[in-house]
């Protein structure tokens, strides 16, 4: 988890305004190989499921990454699944990803899923239109460093733009 972390690549979402407040959620976005990045490692605590943050959360480690380190320049996002976990998928469809067949890794097979130029596309729509109302620091707040939240929609706009 270090690691990810001092890569930019560990996103969280935590339970009130404070530093202090305990996580109630986290994903990463990882240099897979040198083609791919990985969207991994979503978890939300129980109590807090139902209610978007793992959705929110992924939206926003994806979107992230694609502006601030442009793998749609020279590569896919991907997620992997165990095959007997049907929970996720759901979730990946609705964030824009396709099932794209399976890989073994180390013995141990997956069902690999790729993120797809509609799923930016709707991601896109979806930090212009719906996000607003939950990064209003009412609902929710977003640290993107020296970055603005508005720099983010524009830069995801103008690739979704780019990639019709």
Same mark, same amino acid.
């Given at each position: ?16 305004p404070s530093s202090t ?8 976005? *990882? ?29 926003? *480690? ?16 991907? *997620? ?59 609902? *929710? ?24």
């Amino acid at each position: 988890m270090d690691a990810f972390a001092h890569a930019n690549q560990l996103f969280g979402a935590q339970d009130g305004p404070s530093s202090t407040e305990g996580f109630v959620g986290l994903c990463y976005v *990882a240099d897979d190989n040198i083609e791919t990045w990985e969207l991994g490692g979503l978890i939300v605590q129980s109590e807090f499921r139902s209610k978007g943050i793992g959705t929110t959360l992924a939206r926003v *480690a994806i979107a992230h990454t694609m502006v601030y380190v442009q793998p749609r320049e020279s590569r896919n996002i991907v *997620a992997y699944v165990d095959p007997g976990n049907l929970g996720p998928r759901s979730l990946l469809s609705k964030l824009g990803f396709v099932s794209d067949g399976s890989e073994q890794s180390d013995g141990v097979v997956w069902d690999r899923f790729r993120f797809t130029h509609r799923g930016l596309k709707d991601l896109s729509s979806w930090f212009d239109d719906e996000s607003r109302g939950i990064f209003d620091d009412r609902h *929710a707040k977003i640290d993107l460093g020296p970055a603005k939240l508005d720099d983010l929609r524009n830069a995801l706009r103008d690739q979704a733009e780019r990639y019709r």
